[in-house]
């Protein structure tokens, strides 16, 4: 009976634990996505599943200026913009500002979607992480 009791126990907290993580996974990208604009490269990758889904971009502070002067943390989002790019169409949103470290798009198609941020600065490029989250 012992033995019983304890299998049933450890289902029961495996159920719990998967059920737990499941949900606060759900919220946030895997994995965190490194950025640097004007390198050429995609910023990150999501694959929305549903139509008519949002998708949120995150800034993770702190995020890095580098210019000819050296690096420093940089904290005007309001020169920085983010876009979606349909992974297989290659159409793209238009871009959306990130003043508040944030962005979301709505009403997103079903497929995958790479992000592209741009910044308006002539001289300097912005390095960090981002989360991708569908809220």
Known sequence: ???????????????????????????????????????????GFIGNENNGSSIQIELVKPLYS?????TK????????WVRL????????TTFHNLSSGES?????????YNVDIKDELSSARISGKLD???P
Do not use: H
């Open 104 to 112: 979301t798009f709505t009403n997103m198609k079903k497929g995958g």
């Open 1 to 43: 009976m012992k033995k019983a009791v304890s299998i049933l126990s450890v289902c029961a907290i495996s159920a719990v634990t998967i059920f737990t993580v499941g949900i606060g996974s759900a919220n946030a990208s895997v994995p965190r996505y490194s950025f640097q604009t004007e390198d050429g490269k995609w910023d």
């Open 66 to 70: 580098k210019t000819s002067s050296g």
């Open 85 to 92: 790019c349909n992974d297989k169409t290659k159409a793209c």
């Open 132 to 134: 991708i989250i569908f």
């Open 73 to 80: 943390v940089f904290t005007d989002y309001s020169k920085l």
